[in-house]
């Protein structure tokens, strides 16, 4: 498969996996690929009910085509156990003392 530079691809890799209930497997990166050539992993989440083909969501953040041959080892799939929960709406949450500061507000 031919990757083009800045491109994305929807890149099949034949393998179909039965993950147990209450599991979850999530399609990560390969350290590699991402720091020697640009290629990273968009979304990829796979609950315990699905059977169909992982297929792996990939940029290329590089200047340069890729080459994706058979066999390539492109993703990595990291299984978590996940927990079922039901959430409840409110009015309003309890004060902490983060609140509502987001990035970078944890300090360095």
């Not at 209930?21 to 009910?49: E, F, M, N, Y």
């Not at 080892?73 to 309890?94: G, N, S, T, W």
Request: proline fraction near 6%; charge should be neutral; charged fraction near 20%.
């Amino acid at each position: 498969v031919s990757f083009p530079a800045r491109g994305k691809k929807l890149v099949p890799t034949g393998i179909r996996i039965h993950l147990p209930p209450g599991h979850t497997g999530l399609i990560w990166p390969r350290s590699g690929l991402a720091a020697k050539h640009g290629l990273d992993c968009g979304a990829g989440v796979i609950d315990s009910q699905y059977r169909g083909e992982i297929q792996v969501l990939l940029f290329n953040h590089s200047d340069t085509d890729y080459e994706i041959r058979p066999g390539d080892r492109i993703a990595q799939l990291l299984v978590h156990k996940v927990e079922r929960m039901d959430f409840v709406q409110v009015d309003c949450l309890e004060d902490t003392q983060r609140g509502g500061n987001g990035f970078g507000s944890t300090g360095s």
